[in-house]
């Protein structure tokens, strides 16, 4: 499975988000050192979920590198998070 695909597929589960983006960046890092030239190995991710209320910014991190962290202990080098209430987002 594409790892793509993997990132978006656990953070809907675990999320149930309203609105969940998921950018592959790896073209941007080509030759980077931590880059395996892969092609999938940065990412960049919003996830807008209910699930997030009342959580500092510091805790919804936590949770998504939770869900993530088979991802960013093998392919995945670099991961951007946003992570917002449905009342952040509007």
Known sequence: MRAEDSITQK?????????????????RHAGHGGSPGTGESHFSIEVVSDRFKGKSRVERHRMVNEVLADELKGRIHALAIRALTPEERS
């Open 11 to 27: 953070l809907r589960d675990a999320f149930a988000p309203v609105a969940l983006e998921v950018v592959n960046d790896s073209h």
